[in-house]
């Protein structure tokens, strides 16, 4: 079994996709949260990079998924330019895996919106590409203004556990593009 590391802006960004993968994974890899308690721009530091490399040798990580949002679409290449440089530069000995969040790790839930507005008691419509949704987390506090049950990142956990990570590679290219880059390097 391979352990793998997960780092993202958030916990709660950490541990759905920890939950999310582990329905195809769980077989095969041992997921482990790093650098905890590092948030959003936090991971901008030039530390991370010291500190990332000594929590990959503390957990005996063959790799890393670094998890970042976007906070932008696909079509923003100057954010896109932008991240991908920070992805590189802690992606120095070329083991980790990159997973770009459109906008932002919330457009996933659309790809199978089913499970929010079962859990909310919505009617967010789910026809959209959530590669093209501007501010998905805010589109989904909003429709939960009016419900006994708001939305909050906190949810994104329970949500995530119940999504169907299919549905989600199949809507979602960016998820498509990592899941295959991550079957390939699980393959070597």
Known sequence: MKKIGILGEDPYDTSSIQLLLEKKYSSKVQFCR???GTKGSQLDNAKVIGALKIEIEKHKCEAVIIMRDL??????TDLLNQRQKWFDRLNT????IFLLNIWELEAMIFADIDVFNKKFKTTVKGDRNPMFINDPKGELISATYKTKR???VSDCPEIFAELNLDKLITKCKFLNNFVQEFDTRLAK
């Open 34 to 36: 790093l650098l905890k």
């Open 71 to 76: 906070d932008g679409l696909i079509s923003q």
């Open 93 to 96: 000995a070329g083991q980790h």
């Open 150 to 152: 708001k939305f909050g």
